[in-house]
């Protein structure tokens, strides 16, 4: 296969490389809890969220003088049904209209509210709430389209890990049975019929806890480490997030509903705990968020769906003092309540691509921003023959890549394709441009992954 066969192309496609990223990569927002009596007061609230580049943020309520707060900030907002309101909203359409009018409507478009989270967690509501969600969801849309806001504002619901009968391996996720047929799959069914998303909260921090005798530290803290195979289907997971969240999507591939797409609503680690809470620190907490945001804002996906990318909510902005529970559960904070970071961690694409590493308060703990175990890039098929072969052209040519062991005759040649080709050039000049944000994109013609690839008995590189 030789390359430089479409030079004009190319360079055409160079040119809007960096606007496709830009629409591909993922996501980081925060969570805004506020179960303290410490906090700031939403206004300055809203320009810590500014002066940190923060344009996303998930409330808990509908507080009438946060929303007033975020108004006119250019921050996108997921606001909340609580759940003791879902039986009103599930049984009485005049109550879903009132709370609609009022909590959303009256804000709404000053305040960029996004996302209606319909309840939290309802599956472990000990007020067993769980019957109500799916028809309060059905009211609370009902009554956004009397609003016309229906188009503009997605609802869901965010579950957790535990709504899982199984997940591990991920291949073999499923649903606990007791919860398909009466609201897990009707819940999907709505997601899909109104083009909306599955909110998960995913906390391998638990998951750690629970069992560090067996689950790799570095592995629950997205660092470099050996990965785990999964046996079901041959893909390597680098961190136990992958794996958790590749579990879901199993076990909705497994009703039927593989295409509905997944948003991370909270994901977190505490810097501070009990004795029997095993991992809990600030140098952990930064390890976990700190690889997270970059894993996120390189727009790579998970194993089982490389080319989705990752939207997180990390948990939480401010250590929240009223909070019960063990003494974890008032220390995921970023910030302390006097908006001083518990650790320093880059949050935006521009702190990335400075290599920031700086030191956490009260603690000389660095907190690197290197790439959560390793990664390669490789091309995307479904890109097509041309413009996968244009953008192997640029990165052969004036992209510098080391396409040497691609020629006839070398160490890479074979397997003779374009797509094996294509991908040593893209994760060659992937490798030299240091994993940068948007470095492994070429238009949509390719995309990173966490496991090696294989092509033949080629070895890719992994830096430079």
């Known amino acids: 296969m030789t390359p430089f066969t479409f030079p004009v192309l190319a360079s055409l496609l160079l040119s809007i490389f960096s606007i496709a990223f830009a629409a591909e990569k993922g996501s980081i927002g925060i969570n805004y809890g506020r179960i303290a009596n410490n906090l700031p007061a939403p206004t300055q609230v809203v320009e810590l969220l500014k002066s940190q580049g923060i344009t996303n943020v998930k409330l808990y309520d ?79 849309h009902t009554s956004l389209k009397k609003y016309n806001l229906d188009s503009s504002i997605k609802l869901s619901s965010p579950i ?45 921090f638990f998951a750690y806890a629970a069992n560090s005798d067996k689950i790799s530290l570095d592995y629950a803290l997205l660092k470099q480490n050996p990965g785990n195979v999964d046996s079901g289907n041959g893909l390597r997971y680098m961190s ?22 997944m948003v991370v609503t909270e994901t977190g680690w505490p810097s501070n705990g009990d004795e029997n809470e095993i991992g809990a620190g600030k140098e952990n907490a930064a390890a976990y968020n700190g690889n997270l945001v970059r894993r996120v804002l390189t727009g790579a996906g998970t194993p089982l769906k490389p080319q989705d ?35 320093d961690i880059p949050l935006t694409a521009a702190e990335l691509s400075d290599g920031q590493s700086t030191p956490a308060n009260e603690s000389k703990t660095q907190v690197t921003t290197q790439p959560s175990g390793n ?18 052209d640029y990165a052969c040519g004036e992209g510098g890549a080391d396409c040497r062991p691609i020629t006839d005759g070398s160490t890479c040649f074979n397997p003779n394709t374009l797509e094996a080709h294509a991908s040593y050039a893209f994760n060659s000049y992937y490798q030299k441009k240091a994993r940068g944000t948007g470095t492994c994109n070429f238009g949509g013609a390719a995309y990173v992954v966490t496991q090696p690839p294989r092509y033949g008995t080629c070895e890719f590189p992994t830096g430079y």
């Open 62 to 140: 509908t507080d009438s003088a946060v929303l007033n707060a975020l108004a006119n900030s250019n921050i996108s907002v997921v606001v909340c049904l609580p759940n003791e309101l879902l039986s009103s909203a599930a049984n009485d359409q005049s109550f879903a209209d009132r709370w609609v009018q009022a909590n959303i409507s009256h804000y709404y478009p000053k305040t960029q509210i996004e996302a209606i989270a319909v309840g939290n967690e309802v599956f472990d509501d000990k007020n067993n709430t769980t019957d109500f969600l799916v028809p309060a969801m059905k009211n609370i």
């Open 309 to 343: 990318t990752l939207n997180v909510y990390l948990f939480a902005l401010f250590n929240e003092n009223q909070k019960p529970g063990p003494t974890s559960e008032r220390n995921y904070g970023l910030f302390y309540p006097d908006e001083k970071k518990v650790y």
């Open 240 to 261: 136990l997030l992958e794996a958790q969240l590749d579990a879901v999507s199993a076990a909705m591939s497994a009703i039927g509903h593989q295409d509905v797409k």
């Open 375 to 392: 990664t390669w890039c490789v091309a995307n098929v479904n890109a097509g023959e041309e413009k996968l072969q244009a953008a192997l």
């Open 160 to 204: 957790a890990l535990s709504a899982l009968q199984n997940s591990y391996p991920p291949s073999a996720g499923s649903f606990k049975p007791d919860l398909v047929q009466p609201v897990i799959k009707p819940l999907l069914d709505f997601l899909q019929q109104t083009g909306s998303y599955l909110m998960v909260n995913a906390y391998p």
